[in-house]
């Protein structure tokens, strides 16, 4: 794959406290093209987008993916709960 198709496709973040839930997600939605970065708290999931310090969460673990964008600014495009 080159640098300009990974950059065209999607990046799903999908925030679940169930890690079966995630592996799921994550399966399924890499199966359709898309760039995953799963997290386990809407906390961690601020942080991802930049909006939340990490100082901010009691907790240390960072996001299940290595894919996971740097704290600078993310276009969310679609959230659903």
Request: glycine letters at 4%; zero cysteines.
């Amino acid at each position: 794959m080159t640098v300009v198709d990974a950059e065209a496709r999607f990046h799903v973040l999908a925030v679940d406290d169930s890690v079966i839930d995630r592996k799921l997600i994550e399966m399924l939605l890499r199966t359709s093209s898309y760039q995953v970065t799963t997290v386990d708290s809407g906390s961690k999931a601020l942080e991802v987008l930049g909006l939340r310090d990490e100082g901010d969460d009691s907790s240390s673990s960072s996001p299940t993916s290595s894919s996971a964008p740097a704290h600078h600014q993310v276009l969310v495009r679609l959230a659903i709960s």
